[in-house]
C-alpha cells in the first residue's frame, strides 16, 4: 500500500529529474521497473562533507545517484539589501563575509569598484600590494580546497600540512591590516597602511620556505595510484556546458577554457607581470586539482616579481574626499578631522553612473554591479558570485555517479557557503 | 535618418581615440544591423561598457542572436539581476544583463523595464543554463515572473516569505519608528 504510493510519486520525481537532464546517465533506472529500490539522502545541511550549509537531496539507488535537488539559502544574510542603506566603506566588511577563503580578493575588487565610479587613480605601489595580497589570498584559497579534497579522499595529512602554511599567510595580513580572516583590508584609494619591514621580512621568508611545502604535497597527492582512482574522470564536465553553466575561474579553466580575468581585463597592474594561466582538458575533479595546484605555482611568481619590483611612493591615492585619514592627524590636522567628519556622516556625493568590476576570485569571476544614484550609499549592488552561478550544475555533474565521487566533485568545486547565499 | 548622419561622425571620432570605443562603435552597429536601431533606446558608454535599453519583448530574441552570432559571439551570460525604481512609472521593475564574449572580450549591458503591475519577463533558461538560479534571485528578490521557467520558486529566503524583499518600499531598519528619522543616514 504505502510502500507502492511513496514509489509512484519516487517515479514522478525522477521522471521530471530526467526530463530535465535528457541522455546522461545511461545507469539510472527504467522508471517503470517497480523492484527497484530507491533511497532519498539528505546530504546536508550540516554535513561535514559538504563544508558548508547547504543541502542536496539525492535520489540514491544504491550508490548511484539518480537525481538531485539542491537546496540553497542557509546563511543567506541579505548582502545586497543592507549595502543599500551602507557607505561605500562600509561594504567592505560584507564583502569580506562572501568568500571567507580569500577574503582580500574581495575587498580590493570592491574597493576597485568605487574606485571606477569616482574615478581615483591609485599608486603603483598600492596596486603592487594589492596584488601581492590578492595572490597570497589566491594561494590560501587554493591551498584549503586542495587540502579539503585530500580529506575528503582520506588523507588528512596534506590538509594538516598545508593549514600550517595557511597559518604563516595570514599572519602576514595581520601585518598588513591586523585581522586573519575577515580582513577588511585597504581603503577605497589605495591600502590603510603600508607594507611594514617586519610583513615583508615574513614574506621573504614564507616564499622561502613555502615551496617545499608545496612540493610534498604534490609529491604526495599529484601521482598518486590510490588518489587518482579516486577522482580521475569523477564529476566531469565539458568546456561547452562549463559556459553554458556559467563557469569562470579554476573551475571553467579545468574543462580547457583559458578564460582569467587577470589576463583579458588586466586591473591593478596585472599586466606589468609575466605568469601563465594553465589550463586542463576534461574539465574532471583531477583537472581542478590540478589547475589549482600549477595556479599556486603561479600566483607564487607574480608575488616574488612584485616584490622585486615593489616601487616607492605612496600607498594610497590623494583622495581626501573618499580616503579615511589617518587617526592620529584626525586628532592633530584640521582638515584631516574635516574630511573624517565628511567621509563618515555621507557628507560627500559619490557621483551618479553604474559600473561593472570584475576581478579574479578564489573561485571564479567576482563581480561588482554598482549603480549609484548620487547618494551616500550604492542605489542597488549586485554581487555576481561565481559559486552561486556555477554550483548549478552540481547535479548535472555527479547524477549517475556514485555518493563518494558526489563528495569529491563538491569539495573539487571550491563552493564556498557564504558567497553562494551572499 | 538625420540624426544617425550626425551620430556616426561622432562614434568614428570617438573610436580613433580608443579601442574601447571602436570595439564598442562596432558592436552598436551590428547590433543596429541585427536587431534594428528601433530595438535600442538609451545607448551608453558608462565607464566604458555599451549599455542599452531595449523592451522584454525584444530581449529573448537579441540574447539569442547575440549567443549564435558567429562574429561576436556574445555567448557568456555573466550575470543578470533585477532592479526596482519607484518613481518611473510603468517602469518600475526592470532586469540588467550583463553579457561577455570570451573571444572578442567585449561586454554589453542590456536592460528591460516593464511595469511593476505586470511583473513578467522572458525566461532564458532555454539558452543559458545558469539563467536558471538567476531568474529565481529575481523573483525571490523583486517577484519577477518568468514564464516557461522550469522550477521558480524562492531559492535564498524561506518558501513561505509573502513579499519580495529587495523591493524598495521594504526599508532596511523598522519604518514604523519615529524616535529616529531617516534625514542622514542613506535614504
Redesign the interface.
Known amino acids: 500500500m504505502a510502500v507502492n504510493d511513496t514509489l509512484e510519486s519516487t517515479h514522478k520525481i525522477i521522471e521530471s529529474a530526467r526530463e ?1 537532464q535528457p541522455n546522461l546517465n545511461p545507469l539510472a533506472p527504467t522508471v517503470n521497473d517497480f523492484n527497484q529500490e530507491l533511497t532519498t539522502l539528505n546530504l546536508g545541511p550540516t554535513h561535514p562533507a559538504t563544508h558548508g550549509i547547504f543541502q542536496n537531496i539525492l535520489q540514491m539507488d544504491g550508490e548511484r545517484i539518480i537525481s538531485g535537488v539542491p537546496t ?2 542557509y546563511i ?1 544574510r ?1 548582502f ?3 549595502a ?4 561605500f566603506y562600509q561594504i567592505t566588511t560584507l564583502t569580506d563575509r562572501m568568500n571567507y577563503c580569500s577574503s582580500p580578493i574581495n575587498n580590493f575588487g570592491w574597493h576597485m569598484t568605487v574606485e ?2 569616482l574615478g581615483v587613480e591609485v599608486p603603483k605601489r598600492a596596486q603592487y600590494i594589492r596584488v601581492i595580497m590578492m595572490e597570497l589570498a589566491r594561494i590560501t584559497d587554493h591551498l584549503i580546497c586542495n587540502g579539503i579534497l585530500g580529506v575528503d579522499t582520506g588523507a588528512f595529512t596534506g590538509f594538516l600540512y598545508l593549514m600550517d602554511e595557511r597559518e604563516k599567510v595570514y599572519e602576514i595580513y595581520e601585518e598588513l591590516c591586523g585581522a586573519r580572516l575577515t580582513t577588511n583590508m585597504g581603503r577605497v584609494g589605495g591600502m590603510e597602511r603600508d607594507l611594514s619591514d617586519v610583513a615583508i621580512a615574513k614574506l621573504r621568508a614564507w616564499l622561502k620556505s613555502f615551496p617545499a611545502v608545496m612540493r610534498e604535497f604534490e609529491a604526495m597527492f599529484n601521482r598518486n595510484r590510490i588518489f587518482m582512482d579516486r577522482i580521475v574522470d569523477v564529476g566531469a564536465i565539458s568546456a561547452e ?1 562549463a ?4 563557469f569562470t575561474g579554476p573551475n571553467l579553466r579545468a574543462a580547457g ?1 583559458d ?1 582569467d580575468v587577470r589576463v ?2 588586466p586591473y591593478s597592474s596585472y599586466q606589468d607581470f609575466d605568469f601563465e594561466i594553465p589550463v586542463g582538458t576534461k574539465g574532471d575533479t583531477y583537472d581542478r586539482f590540478m589547475v589549482r595546484n600549477e595556479e599556486i605555482w603561479q600566483s607564487l611568481r607574480i608575488i616574488n616579481q612584485a616584490l622585486e619590483n615593489l616601487p616607492q611612493g605612496p600607498y594610497h591615492a590623494d583622495a581626501p574626499h573618499f580616503y579615511l585619514p589617518p587617526k592620529q592627524a584626525v586628532y592633530q590636522n584640521m582638515e584631516a578631522l574635516i574630511y573624517h567628519f565628511k567621509i563618515v ?2 557628507e560627500i556625493d559619490a557621483p551618479v ?4 568590476h ?1 576581478v579574479e576570485g578564489g573561485n571564479g ?1 567576482l ?1 561588482f ?1 554598482l ?1 549609484s544614484d548620487g ?3 550604492p542605489y ?1 549592488l ?1 554581487f ?1 558570485r561565481p559559486c ?6 552540481y547535479t ?1 555533474m555527479v547524477v549517475g555517479q556514485t555518493l563518494s565521487d558526489a563528495i569529491v566533485t563538491l569539495s573539487s568545486m571550491n563552493v564556498i557557503a557564504g558567497e553562494l ?2 | 535618418m538625420a540624426d544617425q548622419n550626425e551620430s556616426i561622425p561622432a562614434q568614428e571620432q570617438a573610436a580613433a581615440q580608443d579601442p574601447a570605443a571602436q570595439k564598442n562603435a562596432q558592436l552598436l552597429a551590428l547590433l543596429h544591423r541585427l536587431f534594428g536601431a528601433d530595438a535600442f533606446t538609451d545607448v551608453e558608454e558608462p565607464y566604458g561598457l555599451l549599455t542599452a535599453t531595449t523592451t522584454r519583448e525584444q530581449i529573448h530574441g537579441i540574447i539569442e542572436g547575440l549567443q549564435k552570432d558567429e562574429e561576436i559571439q556574445l555567448h557568456f551570460l555573466t550575470t543578470m539581476c533585477g532592479m526596482h525604481w519607484p518613481e518611473k512609472k510603468d517602469q518600475e521593475l526592470g532586469i540588467v544583463y550583463h553579457l561577455h564574449s570570451l573571444t572578442q572580450n567585449i561586454r554589453l549591458r542590456l536592460k528591460i523595464f516593464f511595469p511593476i503591475a505586470d511583473p513578467v519577463a522572458p525566461t532564458l533558461t532555454d539558452l543559458y543554463s545558469c539563467a536558471n538560479w538567476m531568474e529565481r534571485e529575481a523573483f525571490d528578490f523583486y517577484g519577477i515572473i518568468f514564464p516557461g521557467h522550469p522550477n521558480l520558486m524562492r531559492i535564498l529566503n524561506v518558501e513561505d516569505m509573502d513579499y519580495h524583499p529587495m523591493r524598495k518600499e521594504y526599508a532596511l531598519e523598522d519604518g514604523t519608528r519615529e524616535d529616529k528619522t531617516d534625514l542622514f543616514f542613506g535614504r
Open positions: 530535465q540553497i539559502g543567506h541579505a545586497e539589501k543592507i543599500e542603506r551602507r557607505p571606477k565610479l556546458r559556459l553554458n553553466y556559467g577554457v578564460y583579458m581585463n556622516m555621507g553612473g553604474e559600473v561593472y570584475s569571476e563581480g554591479y549603480v547618494g551616500r550609499t542597488r549586485h555576481r552561486f552561478i556555477y554550483y548549478q550544475a548535472e547565499d551572499a
